[in-house]
């Protein structure tokens, strides 16, 4: 029975650090579609799969620094330090598809999977660089 009491000690912990984690997940998808230059929620809800693609590795690239943020801070301010750099860079990754990528918003509009998918495995591969970081 200690061993549970044990386990349950850190349950403090993790709500803390899931609802915020949480939180800022939901903030950096709000900001996110903000930033954008077209809808695309409207346009996943329309089937758009290009605009589905380029969400999701934008998720996956900013969930994976901010669990690795979770794991290795030393406390939730630091976590949410990291969260905000992994949320600059995910913005950065997008701003340099955009400009490598000619009309790239008309693109993913028109649902061209080419360019949507450039910019989820980008995104995806600088969050996993940006996780590999945060293990100092």
């Given at each position: ?37 077209y809808r695309e929620l409207q346009l996943i809800r329309e089937g758009n799969v290009a ?86």
């Open positions: 029975m200690n061993n549970l009491w044990q386990s349950l000690s850190g349950l403090p912990s993790f709500a803390l650090y899931f609802a915020l984690g949480f939180a800022l997940l939901a903030v950096f998808i709000a900001v996110y579609l903000w930033l954008m230059p605009a589905a693609i380029s969400l999701s590795g934008a998720l996956l690239g900013f969930v994976l620094p901010l669990a690795s943020a979770i794991a290795h801070s030393i406390n939730p301010v630091d976590m949410v330090v990291w969260a905000v750099i992994a949320f600059v860079a995910q913005t950065i990754v997008y701003l340099a598809v955009s400009r490598l990528v000619p009309h790239f918003g008309d693109a993913i509009k028109a649902g061209n999977v080419a360019p949507a998918t450039l910019l989820a495995a980008l995104a995806v591969a600088v969050g996993v660089l940006n996780a590999a970081c945060l293990t100092y």
